[in-house]
């Protein structure tokens, strides 16, 4: 088979970590088919496949954008393809050749309100509607659809009536850097210890509010408690920062993954306060790191996290303030995680993964 792989995302965070490892799997487990992978400029020069049957195509338009919607398609088209992978939702509305689409999460779907968004009120609501018709061309028009977790999978069958049938889960995991860095971190660090530890976005579902209100509590009781927020800049941690007016809280913005190892590893604890996630990959990055970690008992999370996590009530302030304190007291509860989260975060790989997108490739 010709297949196409959009790879336009391949240097952003979330969906980019997942494009790559997919790709790099993918060398690893076929041989057979010919795949030809969309690049932006940046990505397509300073790019080199090893596998014969990777060939990297240049589409240098961003997604969201009217090129994609027009000049994409014909790029695709001059390919001649059996299949294309979209792995998000942005396929062009006019395109009608067959694709598998991967879809992250729900959560542009039930958080739409201005506080999710940075634009005003007229652009916020015209993206919303074009979100959700590009959405719906997805899920509608695809072959197969791919989600990172049940959770996702069950969202999908139960809003959108798509057919169980339809969807296969592919779960995501750690990198294989940063298992090594994970495994090499030295400890030093210029956060003083002991500190609480979070690392993401700050957009409204991850509910940092919440976690800021609980803190305030928590330092009541431990006074030299910190707590420590890492994530790329944007509007929403500024928000965040707005209502921080009490000691303890670090900032520490973008950190690289050798940063990110230390922080995870020399937390008192991970916290995971999110209202909605489609899959959660910090809680296994926490877990290959050793780090204990209290989690919301929301979305994708139980899923992933298993029996390894010490479970809240992502909207009960004092359930978060709870399971926080009772693991900040009890250090055969904290290493009890540890322990399990060793055991747990290995049972999840990139290479299964892109292997059984090769088998949803196949049966489209």
């Given at each position: 088979?010709?297949?196409?792989?959009d790879?336009?995302?391949?240097?952003?965070?979330g969906?980019?970590?997942?494009?790559?490892?997919l790709?790099?799997?993918?060398?690893?487990?076929?041989?057979?088919?010919?795949y030809?992978v969309?690049?932006?400029q940046d990505?397509?020069?300073k790019?080199v496949y090893?596998?014969?049957?990777f060939?990297?195509i240049l589409?240098?338009?961003r997604w969201y954008?009217?090129?994609e919607?027009i000049?994409l398609?014909?790029i695709?088209n001059s390919?001649?393809?059996d299949?294309?992978h979209?792995?998000?939702f942005?396929v062009?509305i006019?395109?009608?050749?067959?694709?598998?689409v991967t879809?992250?999460?729900?959560i542009?779907?039930?958080?739409q309100?201005?506080?999710?968004s940075?634009h005003g009120?007229i652009?916020h609501t015209?993206k919303?509607i074009?979100?959700?018709?590009?959405?719906?061309?997805a899920v509608?028009g695809?072959?197969?659809i791919?989600t990172?977790?049940n959770f996702?999978?069950?969202?999908?069958?139960?809003?959108?009536?798509?057919?169980?049938?339809k969807?296969t889960?592919?779960?995501?995991?750690?990198?294989?850097?940063?298992?090594?860095l994970?495994?090499?971190?030295?400890?030093?660090?210029?956060?003083?210890k002991p500190?609480?530890f979070?690392?993401?976005?700050?957009?409204p579902?991850?509910?940092?509010?919440?976690l800021i209100?609980v803190?305030?509590k928590l330092?009541e009781k431990y006074?030299?408690?910190?707590?420590?927020?890492?994530?790329?800049?944007?509007?929403?941690w500024?928000d965040?920062k707005a209502?921080?007016?009490?000691?303890g809280?670090?900032?520490?913005?973008?950190?690289?993954?050798?940063?990110?190892?230390?922080l995870?590893k020399?937390?008192?604890?991970?916290?995971?306060p999110?209202?909605?996630?489609?899959?959660?990959?910090p809680v296994l990055?926490?877990?290959?790191?050793?780090c204990?970690?209290?989690s919301?008992?929301?979305?994708?999370?139980?899923?992933v996290?298993?029996?390894a996590?010490?479970?809240f009530d992502p909207?009960?302030e004092n359930?978060i303030?709870?399971?926080i304190?009772?693991?900040?007291d009890d250090?055969?509860?904290r290493?009890?995680?540890?322990?399990?989260?060793?055991?747990?975060?290995?049972?999840?790989?990139?290479q299964?993964?892109?292997?059984?997108?090769?088998?949803?490739y196949?049966?489209?």
């Amino acid at each position: 088979m010709r297949i196409i792989i959009d790879a336009r995302l391949w240097s952003e965070s979330g969906i980019g970590r997942y494009v790559r490892n997919l790709i790099e799997g993918l060398q690893r487990a076929d041989h057979q088919n010919e795949y030809y992978v969309l690049h932006l400029q940046d990505d397509f020069d300073k790019l080199v496949y090893r596998a014969e049957n990777f060939h990297k195509i240049l589409a240098d338009f961003r997604w969201y954008t009217f090129s994609e919607q027009i000049k994409l398609p014909k790029i695709i088209n001059s390919l001649k393809p059996d299949l294309i992978h979209f792995p998000h939702f942005n396929v062009p509305i006019f395109y009608k050749g067959k694709f598998v689409v991967t879809i992250h999460d729900l959560i542009h779907q039930h958080f739409q309100t201005r506080d999710a968004s940075t634009h005003g009120p007229i652009i916020h609501t015209i993206k919303k509607i074009g979100y959700r018709k590009t959405f719906s061309h997805a899920v509608s028009g695809s072959s197969k659809i791919i989600t990172p977790s049940n959770f996702v999978k069950e969202q999908l069958v139960n809003e959108w009536n798509v057919p169980e049938g339809k969807i296969t889960i592919t779960y995501e995991a750690v990198e294989d850097n940063f298992l090594r860095l994970a495994q090499k971190a030295n400890g030093k660090i210029t956060v003083k210890k002991p500190y609480l530890f979070y690392v993401g976005n700050a957009q409204p579902h991850k509910n940092l509010l919440i976690l800021i209100k609980v803190f305030k509590k928590l330092k009541e009781k431990y006074q030299d408690l910190s707590l420590v927020l890492s994530g790329p800049p944007h509007k929403f941690w500024e928000d965040i920062k707005a209502v921080s007016h009490i000691g303890g809280v670090i900032f520490t913005g973008f950190v690289s993954d050798n940063e990110l190892a230390g922080l995870y590893k020399n937390a008192k604890i991970f916290v995971m306060p999110s209202l909605e996630e489609g899959f959660g990959l910090p809680v296994l990055e926490a877990m290959a790191a050793g780090c204990p970690i209290a989690s919301s008992n929301a979305g994708s999370l139980p899923e992933v996290g298993g029996n390894a996590l010490l479970y809240f009530d992502p909207k009960n302030e004092n359930d978060i303030a709870e399971k926080i304190s009772q693991a900040l007291d009890d250090k055969n509860l904290r290493n009890d995680l540890i322990k399990k989260g060793k055991i747990r975060y290995k049972q999840f790989s990139w290479q299964k993964l892109a292997e059984q997108t090769l088998g949803v490739y196949r049966s489209s």
